[in-house]
């Protein structure tokens, strides 16, 4: 809306020494690191129709910047000369309801970060700034540029050679922003080949939204539900007729039929003449998800991070018009400002990629169930393997557990067969990849012109390069990760920092000859299988072979339509997909996530076999599934293979209980990030001894610092710090404000705090 009052429409009135004050002043969060919101006056021009949710231009720190205005007051202790004035208003109305406002506001308490910054996570970008960018700039490798100068760029350039090579992979335009992230790269290589005249920025006006496109018929609405189909949506639409909150958790086996009990319950709702919000995590938000809303709802507006700016703006605006009552999208849907919500679903809701990176650090599940508070509406979080965050809460009463325990169609759950893959390997006597059950598995379902799915939680060919005589791997100049071979590109790449180097032929350590690659990732795996199984159609489906998200689609309906035999990926492959033809699934190695120094390491991996296993015999064809592991007796693999939740989480939660981990107490992290590493040793340790003299005490441990796991990234040696909080501590605002004010002290390290961590690498 910053067109629609433009900088300029109104003279500028406002340097503080010319225009008397209305006695009017306003609050304004700016989209910075600070601790409190600005206070500026309102001119008597611009008092009029002022309220919280609006966007002003101000002035801070010698510069125009646009904020959201949270609270206004007659009058000011701040002294008259100290107080500037607003410059402009940049909205006819609130764009953000009382109701968001109060959401931000508690974030920016729990998550330790400013109101600004919160808001800053609802605002779509193009409101963020003024006059928000109306194209959106593309990247396009220039006709008859090819491996000519590629090989130019090769010694010298090996940012632009990355781009380039990525470029004339993709060989059409794709979004600039997009892929510079997904590279790792800054502007200026992209720069460079534009000056070299071998690529061009092109600003479109506005994307073709490919989710938008999608098939909206392939569900259709069932006239009968199961018994607990039906069970489940009785209990939501007696809390919607009581029109106040509450949260209930959907635990529903694969196939259960979960997502029908959403779309009734949102059918109730906007028969209520209520709006509702469906968070699924962004690698499901596919055309076929979309489309099982878009049949049943018609008018729904999809919310993505791959969005440009614009498509993001105009779906914004209609939502907040009232016209989509039915938003669907990643994680940053929680925000869409639906008037009336009276639904929220969480879909999956155990899955890491609903909490953020970067700040504002939230957690999209966390934030659903306090937006549905503030509104009065009901959410609802489903999942076949539920966080034991959910599942204990559930225990205590404070969700209402709905069930879901056999799949619609009556089938049983795929047959698992766990291989100890040490006894394998000492009963072929040779280091393998497969097991003779999955390859046997596999060529039965191939016979039969059926399909698989192999999954592997590694990309690239080997992820290890290991020097013999030695006994050192190759790890990256700039991280503490190791190099991965990538044999397509005959590169050694790390993972942590895309950064990418010639595999030498000689240890850098120790000089001598013959290093050796061990361990197979998504790329050695589907050669291995063209080798093994030469009548199979194979495909790999990894961020290397999807580089836009049209190959994911393109690649799905490939698979869907017969035209692929077996499929080959990453975590990509593991969720929400559905296709009646895949009798065997396997799992390459179920341990590679057993082993991270995290204490969530054995719920990921039930959670991973669980979700992967459910991709088998959804239809009326028998499906097995083949789980690989070195840790055949492991807790976590046992009960994934008998699909035995509660048992898991018995289990789990003893250990968790020993620990004092979550989801008994909580805990908050702070990572320490600098180039000098005594520097962030020693900021991390004022940090520590402030926590421990001020707020440690029962119900609050403070550990460390310690080196993270992640030791070096980017050239940045990282420290973390761990405070674990109590059930019954009270204190924890007290520690948030300790905190930010420990962050905010200069200093050259970077500090970053992260309540209700998913991960501690
Ligand atoms: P989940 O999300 O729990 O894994 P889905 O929602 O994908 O399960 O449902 C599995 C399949 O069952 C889908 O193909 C869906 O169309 C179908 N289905 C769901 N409910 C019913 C029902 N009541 N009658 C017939 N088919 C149903
Ligand atoms: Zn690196």
């Not at 379902?445 to 030695?470: D, K, T």
């Not at 002290?745 to 998913?758: A, F, L």
Request: hydrophobic share 40%; glycine share 8%.
């Amino acid at each position: 809306m910053a067109g629609e009052s433009a900088p300029g429409l109104f003279p500028d009135l406002s340097l503080p020494d010319q225009s008397p004050s209305t006695g009017l002043f306003c609050q304004v969060a700016l989209n910075r690191p600070m601790r409190c919101q600005y206070t500026y006056a309102v001119p008597e021009h611009m008092a009029e129709g002022l309220a919280p949710g609006m966007r002003v231009a101000v002035p801070f720190a010698g510069r125009r910047s646009v904020g959201v205005v949270v609270g206004l007051t007659e009058g000011t202790d701040i002294p008259a000369k100290r107080i500037k004035s607003v410059s402009d208003v940049l909205d006819p109305g609130p764009l953000l309801a009382q109701e968001l406002l109060d959401l931000t506001e508690w974030m920016a308490a729990y998550y330790a970060c400013s109101w600004g910054e919160a808001l800053a996570a609802v605002l779509p970008a193009a409101l963020k700034r003024e006059g928000g960018r109306r194209t959106t700039a593309m990247l396009v490798a220039e006709d008859g540029v090819g491996p000519e100068q590629l090989v130019q760029l090769e010694e010298r350039h090996p940012k632009q050679y990355r781009l380039l090579r990525t470029l004339l992979e993709v060989d059409g335009m794709i979004e600039r922003k997009d892929i510079l992230r997904r590279l790792g790269l800054s502007d200026s290589p992209a720069k460079s080949l534009a000056k070299r005249g071998w690529v061009r920025v092109e600003n479109v006006e506005s994307a073709q939204d490919d989710l938008l496109g999608g098939d909206a018929s392939d569900r259709t609405r069932p006239d009968t539900l199961t018994p607990e189909q039906d069970a489940s949506v009785v209990a939501l639409e007696g809390q919607l007729d009581r029109g106040t909150y509450a949260t209930f958790l959907l635990k529903g086996v694969t196939g259960s039929g979960k997502t029908e009990v959403y779309l009734r319950a949102i059918e109730y709702a906007l028969a209520q003449g209520k709006g509702a919000i469906v968070l699924v995590p962004e690698i499901a938000l596919t055309p076929q998800t979309v489309g099982w809303f878009r049949a049943r709802f018609g008018n729904v507006a999809v919310l993505h991070s791959r969005m440009t700016d614009v498509q993001r703006l105009s779906m914004w605006r209609r939502v907040h018009a009232g016209e989509c009552r039915v938003v669907v999208g990643a994680r940053s849907a929680v925000f869409a400002p639906v008037p009336d919500l009276g639904v929220i679903v969480v879909d999956e809701e155990h899955e890491p990629s609903f909490k953020q990176g970067n700040v504002p650090r939230y957690h999209g599940r966390d934030v659903a169930v306090m937006r549905a508070r503030k509104a009065g509406a009901v959410c609802i979080l489903g999942s076949a393997t539920p966080s034991l965050e959910s599942w204990v809460n559930a225990e205590a009463g404070r969700y209402s557990l709905l069930e879901l325990s056999s799949r619609v169609h009556g089938g049983p759950m795929p047959k698992v067969q766990v291989v100890d893959m040490r006894a394998e390997i000492a009963e072929v006597k040779r280091s393998v990849i497969f097991s003779r059950a999955l390859i046997r598995r596999l060529k039965e379902a191939l016979a039969r012109g059926e399909q698989g799915i192999l999954f592997l939680n590694r990309r690239g060919y080997s992820p290890v390069l290991w020097c013999r005589a030695c006994g050192e791997t190759v790890t990256c100049n700039d991280c503490s990760s190791p190099m991965n071979l990538h044999k397509r590109h005959g590169r050694l790449v790390c993972h942590t920092c895309c950064g990418e180097s010639l595999p030498p032929t000689d240890c850098p350590s120790c000089t001598a000859p013959g290093l050796r690659f061990l361990g197979a990732g998504s790329e050695r795996v589907e050669a291995l299988l063209e080798e093994q199984l030469p009548e199979a159609r194979v495909r790999r489906m990894d961020s290397d072979t999807m580089l836009r998200r049209e190959d994911y689609e393109e690649t799905l309906a490939a698979f869907g339509q017969g035209e692929i035999d077996l499929l080959v990926g990453t975590q990509m492959i593991a969720k929400g997909l559905d296709f009646p033809r895949v009798t065997v699934v396997g799992i390459i190695s179920a341990d590679s996530a057993l082993h991270l120094p995290d204490f969530r390491a054995a719920e990921r991996t039930f959670q991973l076999v669980s979700q992967v296993a459910g991709r088998a015999g959804r239809a009326d064809l028998e499906g097995h599934i083949v789980i690989q592991t070195v840790a055949p007796e492991h807790h976590a693999i046992v009960q994934a293979s008998r699909h035995d939740f509660e048992t898991f989480a018995a289990l789990e939660m003893g250990h968790r209980k020993e620990l004092a981990y979550p989801p008994f107490g909580r805990l908050i992290r702070m990572v320490f990030e600098d180039e000098d590493e005594e520097r962030g040793k020693d900021r991390a340790q004022h940090c520590a001894e402030v926590l421990r003299a001020q707020v440690a005490g029962p119900g609050l441990q403070v550990l460390g610092p310690a080196p993270a796991p992640f030791s070096m990234v980017r050239g940045r040696h990282r420290v973390h710090l761990l405070m674990k909080v109590g059930e019954q501590f009270t204190g924890a605002d007290r520690v948030r404000s300790l905190m930010l004010e420990l962050a905010h002290e200069t200093g050259k390290t970077r500090v970053q705090i992260d309540v209700d961590p998913v991960g501690m690498l």
